[in-house]
């Protein structure tokens, strides 16, 4: 099985292409070349037989990208909130129309299976209990709602043109090279140097997380397992309060919990949601169980940010 995976160079797209690689899979992966920068993250797969690099970018003309491909698995998107509040633009063209360009050519090459990669940000904020994969889309930012937008056009070419797609929400990743900006990432440099961790409000929003590694395993489950048409949330059922999982880091680099910061309500950003909480019995109900526990695997990944400080550069 041959399989492209877009935003090769980001995090998730990274780690996924590597999950595959390991299990012998042939692997193409695409980005954009402004992220040569993150080259970093797939330095051991540049010299494997079964994994190969090309620079593409999903909003521009990628003709016959998918030639030969059997299954796409699209990461490729921007995913940093405060940018797209800032300049949504660039979240339309990439999100939007780099989903389109690539659901074309998986159109024209009958390609096997279409993986989309979403987010539960879709879902906006879930004040109490937690939304399954019917739930009303709700996106409150930019980026959400290019989110959003994807999943529908997507959605609409498994209908209209009988794509074999399938669309998976997951909550958020953490792991080893994400980027500087994200949130554990953050606390960690913010806490080695000693500097005041910040917290938005009163630290009570809460998110789920996931270990990266387990997200690529249930990717894999729904490409072997899952019903074309579909959309499937996954999760680890890790829901966190921000304000624990700052101390939970300060704990485990030995830091007094004064370097705690709480933001001031007024300077939150727009569009930041309360709470994002989802239902994964869907997945469950396939197969797919969550490996990773969070606490010791949180351990890992902070000691090897320790260790590797240079990422922070």
């Known amino acids: 099985m041959k399989i492209l995976v877009t935003g090769v160079l980001g995090f998730i ?168 900006q994200k949130a554990i990432p953050t606390f960690i440099r913010k806490a080695l140097r000693d500097e005041p961790l910040p917290i938005y409000g009163d630290g009570k929003h809460r998110r789920m997380w996931i270990y990266v590694e387990d997200f690529c395993s249930a990717i894999q489950y729904v490409i072997d397992h899952g019903e074309i048409g579909e959309i499937y949330n996954v999760g680890a059922k890790n829901e966190i309060e921000n304000i624990v999982l700052a101390r939970k880091i300060l704990n485990i680099l030995k830091k007094p919990h004064d370097l705690l910061q709480l933001i001031p309500e007024y300077d939150i950003r727009p569009g930041h949601d309360r709470r994002y909480g989802i239902e994964i019995k869907k997945l469950e109900d396939l197969g797919w169980q969550s490996k990773y526990g969070f606490d010791s695997n949180l351990k890992i990944v902070v000691e090897w940010y320790k260790q590797n400080s240079w990422w922070f550069k």
Do not use: W
């Open 13 to 180: 797209g990274s780690h996924f292409a590597r999950f595959m690689v390991k299990q012998g899979f042939r692997v193409i992966g695409v980005n954009r070349l402004g992220d040569t920068n993150n080259l970093h993250r797939i330095k051991d797969l540049q010299h494997k037989d079964k994994f190969n690099l090309i620079y593409a970018d999903l909003a521009g003309d990628i003709s016959g990208i998918l030639e030969d491909i059997d299954v796409v698995v699209n990461f490729a998107a921007k995913t940093h909130v405060d940018h797209s509040i800032a300049d949504p633009a660039p979240f339309v063209r990439s999100n939007i129309l780099g989903t389109y360009n690539l659901i074309e050519q998986a159109r024209k090459y009958k390609i096997q299976k279409f993986i989309q990669i979403s987010t539960d940000e879709v879902y906006g904020s879930i004040e109490e209990g937690y939304a399954d994969e019917d739930y009303p889309l709700n996106p409150t930012n930019p980026y959400s709602a290019c989110k959003a937008s994807a999943d529908m056009l997507v959605n609409s070419y498994v209908h209209t043109y009988k794509l074999p797609a399938m669309i998976v929400r997951c909550e958020n990743n953490y792991g080893i090279y994400q980027h500087p």
